[in-house]
């Protein structure tokens, strides 16, 4: 789902919520926490920004930001080893270093395809919870998304609901955090703002045609990233194929058909290249 208004623009992924409130940046280590309890803030290290030269090009703008954007012309994803920690069930403290070390594995991985691209990145601040918060970008709905990414702070906020804490192999998390990550590219690449300058002026059905190629190009990096990973996960091809199978897609990301098909591409892609959904058919982004 992508909520804009004149002071934020919000952006969220389908899925079942949950219930824990702290703050993290990726490779921060753990405070403890237990559900239901108030916020608890892990400490923030320095963003690590990425190593481009001092001649990086600007950020995007204008329609071109969409249809044309630096992140098209690079390369694959690197096949960094990204292997996923172990852990238990409900506690909270395992799953936070797991995604931790997952946002350590996206953090790598686009800041070298920023540089490639020439463009400055950071990466983003995250926020994991267990139930509706504040966010930047208005409550969080968590009667509906599994993640949101608030342009307006450069946070992701990860739902914890109560099934995913009690199934310490699920894949879903996995697959979230891709997702939303790939919103925070979009945002520093200039494909959000570009979005949100044009919003005033849009029809309802432009608004939501921009809306699904915006989740579908978040479906197709997340797809990419996954792909380029899997070999170093230790998972079997079953847990990639369920994740597909039970895909439900809605007017704002599009029907699951195509849900599945931006995020096969970007898996047998390996990169933004493929990605591009603001130049793909009205079909392919229904």
């Given amino acids: 789902m992508i909520h804009i208004s004149l002071r934020s623009v919000a952006v969220a992924v389908t899925a079942v919520a949950g219930v824990l409130s702290l703050t993290g940046t990726a490779a921060t280590a753990a405070a403890t926490a237990t559900p239901a309890a108030?916020?608890?803030?892990?400490?923030?290290?320095?963003?690590?920004?990425?190593?481009?030269?001092?001649?990086?090009?600007p950020v995007p703008r204008g329609p071109g930001a969409?249809?044309?954007n630096p992140l098209y012309s690079t390369g694959e994803f690197e096949f960094f080893a990204c292997s996923e920690l172990s852990r238990r069930p409900g506690d909270i403290d395992t799953y936070r270093i797991y995604?931790?070390?997952?946002?350590?594995?996206?953090?790598?991985?686009?800041?070298?395809?920023?540089?490639?691209?020439?463009?400055?990145?950071?990466?983003p601040k995250v926020r994991y919870i267990t139930k509706s918060v504040a966010t930047g970008c208005g409550k969080y709905p968590a009667g509906y998304a599994a993640g949101l990414y608030c342009p307006r702070n450069g946070t992701m906020?990860?739902?914890?609901?109560?099934?995913?804490?009690?199934?310490?192999?699920?894949?879903?998390?996995?697959?979230?955090?891709?997702?939303?990550y790939g919103h925070h590219a979009q945002d520093r690449a200039g494909i959000l703002l570009e979005y949100a300058r044009q919003y005033p002026r849009l029809s309802k059905k432009r608004i939501d045609d921009l809306n699904r190629r915006i989740e579908l190009?978040?479906?197709c990096f997340s797809g990419a990233f996954i792909g380029s990973v899997w070999r170093s996960l230790g998972r079997d091809q079953v847990d990639w194929d369920d994740q597909?199978?039970?895909?439900?897609?809605d007017k704002w990301h599009g029907k699951a058909s195509n849900i599945r098909y931006w995020l096969k591409r970007g898996w047998y892609g390996n990169g933004p290249k493929v990605c591009n959904t603001f130049s793909a058919s009205a079909a392919r982004t229904a």
């Fill in 38 to 57: 108030s916020p608890v803030s892990s400490p923030v290290v320095s963003p690590v920004t990425s190593p481009v030269t001092a001649a990086a090009r």
């Fill in 244 to 249: 597909l199978k039970w895909i439900i897609g």
């Fill in 217 to 219: 190009q978040a479906e």
């Fill in 157 to 180: 906020w990860i739902m914890l609901s109560k099934w995913q804490l009690s199934d310490p192999n699920e894949f879903g998390l996995f697959t979230v955090i891709a997702h939303e």
């Fill in 99 to 123: 995604l931790d070390n997952l946002l350590d594995c996206l953090n790598r991985t686009w800041t070298e395809e920023f540089r490639q691209a020439g463009l400055k990145f950071s990466p």
């Fill in 66 to 68: 969409l249809t044309r």
